[in-house]
C-alpha cells in the first residue's frame, strides 16, 4: 500500500496549482482518500476529503470556495486543484489514504509534496 | 486553535511512562467518535500509532496504548525509549459546522 504525491512547487500570491497522489497496492476506488497539510513547523491540518466513488467531498473552512479535491479511480490518482493562493496556503501537503468507515484513521501516508506561496 | 487540545509538550526519562492527553467536546470524542494517534519522527511522514481509541496496527510495539473517556482520550507510551522521541496527534471526527476531520495540535515529545 503506497501513495506518492507530486505537484508541489513555487508559486506567486494567487496563483494556481494541481497536486497530484498516485496510488498503489489497493482497490482505490473502495476508499475515501484525504489532503492533509502540515504548514512549517506547526501542526497537522485537514484540508479535504472526497469518497470512494467521488460523489462526495469536503472541504475545511479555510480552503472552501478556493480548493477542489477529485479523483480518477481509472487512474488511481487524487488531485487537489488549489487557487487564489495566499502565504497562509504554504505548508507540505500529504495525501492520506482513508479506511471503510467515514470516521475511520488515516492508515497510509505519502511523503508530501511542498507548496510554497511566495512573490 | 485546534479542536482538540492536547499538551504543547511532555518528557520523560528512558524507561518511564508518559501520557498524552487529548480532550474535546460534545461534538467529537464527546460525540462517541473514534480517536486515532499519529506519530510523526523528525523530517517523516505521519504514521499511524492508534486507531478506534484503542487498537494498534499491525508492527507497533504494545508499550504504545491508547483510551477514550467521556470527552478526552489519552495515548500512554510505557517504557520510554529515545526512539520514541517524536510529535505525537490525535485525531478524531466533528460533527459540529466547525468541520469534519479534525487534528488536536500535536505534542512533543522528549525523551530525556
Known amino acids: 500500500v503506497q501513495v506518492v504525491e507530486s505537484g508541489g512547487d513555487l508559486v506567486q500570491p494567487g496563483g494556481s496549482l494541481r497536486l497530484s497522489c498516485a496510488a498503489s497496492?489497493?482497490?482505490?476506488?473502495?476508499?475515501?482518500m484525504t489532503w492533509v497539510r502540515q504548514a512549517p513547523g506547526k501542526g497537522l491540518e485537514w484540508v479535504s476529503t472526497i469518497s470512494g466513488s467521488g460523489l462526495s467531498t469536503y472541504y475545511a473552512d479555510s480552503v472552501k470556495g478556493r480548493f477542489t479535491i477529485s479523483r480518477d479511480n481509472s487512474k488511481n490518482t487524487l488531485y487537489l486543484q488549489m487557487n487564489s493562493l495566499g502565504a497562509e496556503d504554504t505548508a507540505l501537503y500529504y495525501c492520506a489514504k482513508g479506511t471503510i468507515v467515514t470516521t475511520g484513521p488515516f492508515d497510509c501516508w505519502g511523503q508530501g509534496t511542498l507548496v510554497t506561496v511566495s512573490s | 486553535q485546534s479542536v482538540l487540545t492536547q499538551p504543547p509538550s511532555v518528557s520523560g526519562a528512558p524507561g518511564q511512562r508518559v501520557t498524552i492527553s487529548c480532550t474535546g467536546s460534545?461534538?467529537?470524542?464527546?460525540?462517541?467518535?473514534?480517536v486515532h494517534w499519529y506519530q510523526q519522527l523528525p523530517g517523516t511522514a505521519p504514521k499511524l500509532l492508534i486507531y478506534g481509541s484503542s487498537h494498534r496496527p499491525s508492527g507497533v510495539p504494545d508499550r504504545f496504548s491508547g483510551s477514550r473517556s467521556g470527552t478526552s482520550a489519552s495515548l500512554a507510551i510505557t517504557g520510554l525509549q529515545a526512539e520514541d522521541e517524536a510529535d505525537y496527534y490525535c485525531q478524531s471526527y466533528d460533527s459540529s459546522l466547525s468541520g469534519y476531520w479534525v487534528f488536536g495540535g500535536g505534542t512533543k515529545l522528549t525523551v530525556l
Open positions: 460534545s461534538s467529537n470524542i464527546g460525540a462517541g467518535y473514534d
Open positions: 497496492g489497493f482497490i482505490f476506488m473502495n476508499y475515501a
